[in-house]
């Protein structure tokens, strides 16, 4: 059974950083695009960023450009999300999700939910001002 599991969330002052981490049992990443998205209570989920698994290129939501960085280690089998320069507004469950290569490009669907194959539980983020 594919599995992904998140950990690094927790409390933070806002300006503070945290660094989740996405770790794939079952299959390797370089195989798959690997989203981040986060969900805030009473709002839907939302992407905040994905690293091809085509050619590296990454996007990220326009709220997070600049503070956020995604990146990986394949000789760990993990995605890495960066968080810098954290808000109040950026606490929220944070979830990864991967998607098979299979020839579709993830520059116009990566930040949709069912763009993606597989999904994590969620790490909390939790931001105080």
């Known amino acids: 059974e594919v599995q992904l599991v998140e950990s690094g969330g927790g409390l933070v002052q806002a300006g503070g950083s945290l660094r989740l981490s996405c770790i794939a049992s079952r299959f390797s990443f370089r195989d798959y695009h690997v989203g981040w998205f986060r969900q805030a209570p009473g709002k839907e989920r939302e992407g905040v960023s994905c690293l091809s698994g085509d050619d590296d290129s990454t996007y990220y939501a326009d709220s997070v450009k600049g503070r956020f960085t995604i990146s990986s280690d394949n000789t760990k089998n993990t995605v890495y999300l960066q968080m810098n320069s954290l808000k109040p507004e950026d606490t929220a469950v944070y979830f990864c999700?991967?998607?098979?290569?299979?020839?579709?490009?993830?520059?116009?669907?990566?930040?949709?939910?069912?763009?993606?194959?597989?999904w994590g539980q969620g790490t909390q983020v939790t931001v105080s001002s």
């Open positions: 999700a991967a998607r098979k290569r299979l020839g579709s490009s993830p520059r116009f669907n990566w930040s949709g939910q069912r763009w993606y194959d597989y």
